[in-house]
């Protein structure tokens, strides 16, 4: 039986005059792919031209450049917001080294922040298993606080900037957790058209979309307990993107320990790759959809972030992804795939 997904690539050229051949005609090939669920394009072009940018994070520990930092455990208690009483009784909830707080520059109606370590500056290797699991578990744990104190707010995600050049405002590792009505667009995209695709189709999307890769072996990378890893079709970062899908995971409710386990247990591994990859920076996300509904399934996406180069810190995003709303990647998902698998290899 032939899967309603459909990974649609439009092939086309450059056609001009290269002066490192002595201006001899070269032809440049590029890709626009549709995104299998919403549509929505993304171009693939400059194959192999963006390199890893390397970090020295020693520089963020310096007195001068890390200036004043109110996640650090001596400021936590002065500088840090609380939550009325009414949402969290003890005003900030805390597990190991991880602190959830309101943010005070909110983007929602509950809008935290999750300090995730007592360290400043925390490499890839560092960030362990206590560590994740603390945080994600604090950080979901919260999620289901506020859905019982507010339900009306339907929506619920995670989003992590990691390192310079992720888009951050302090180096500290920290994560964002929201309750919300307005998620985001990418968010509502897919919530939309998945819920198009349940009704077409009779399935969830995104169980067919996992089965469907697994049979095609071309962007598939493994899985760590119930969850799946692949390469995305199309890439919303420049570098390429990972996601993680947890099947029979709908809203946050259904969210448990095991689900944060194999998300864990996946990170750990991918951050290993990174670390050969030579990649120090992220942008990740974790959507959770509505209470009731059985066809927008919990997934988690992860995009590498870095400089164009380290002489004028150009960012690795442009006019593409910021005004045309494009994504434009240098990276083809199913090298990324091959590349990852053998740290999916137990």
Sequence with gaps: MSSPISFRIEESESVFLDPRKGFETHVERFQVRFDPLTGRTGHFSHVGAIKQQPLDLEVYKRPEVKGFCPFCPENRATYTPKFPETLVSEGRMERGEAMVIPNLFPYDVHSSV????DEHVVPLADLDEKRLKDAFSLGIDFL????TVDPAQPYHLMTWNYMPPSGGGLVHPHQQYFSTPMPGNQFMDELRAAEAFARAHGGDYWSELVDEEKRRKERFIGETGNSSWLASFISLGTVGDILAVFPGVFSI????????????SGLLRLFRYYQQAGVHS???????????QEYFTSHFRIIPRTFLNLRDFAPDMSFFQS??????GVLLPEHLSSEVQPFFQD
């Design 114 to 117: 999750l300090i995730m370590t």
């Design 144 to 147: 289901k606080n506020v859905r």
């Design 253 to 264: 409710d259904q969210c448990a320990e095991e689900q944060i386990q194999d998300l864990v």
């Design 282 to 292: 992220f942008n990740a996300s974790w959507f959770f959809g509505p209470l009731g």
């Design 323 to 328: 005004l045309l709303q494009e994504p434009i």
